[in-house]
């Protein structure tokens, strides 16, 4: 899944915003990502939450990292033990594809194996 994700390259590709019947399948697939917002400035956020600020920390770098390999940025609101993460294709008024394949990459940021 994250390497289907990883193989496009959306700096070279034009995003569009997407219809209402297509924000709400694409929200069916990513686990604890909500609406915000309305019109252009329709958005997904999640909060992720950590035992600790070192966590937190760890995730926001993981953060920054999908979304430099994205070229896509959402916006951050950090606290001690959580990050608030908030998606939204401002150059196409909505949101697109990218938002919701991010919010996938980071939710396969904190999958965990059972114990064997």
Known sequence: MTSDFMKKDWSTQKRSALTATQIVAKLAHVDGWQLDGDGAAVAITKTFRFANYFET?????????VAH?????????V???RCVVRFNTHDAGGLSVSDF???????????TKAPV
């Open 57 to 65: 920390i760890a995730f926001v770098n993981a953060v920054a990292f």
């Open 69 to 77: 390999t994205q070229d896509h940025h959402p916006d951050l609101q």
């Open 79 to 81: 606290s001690y033990n």
């Open 101 to 111: 394949d991010c919010a996938a990459l980071l939710n396969g940021l904190l999958v």
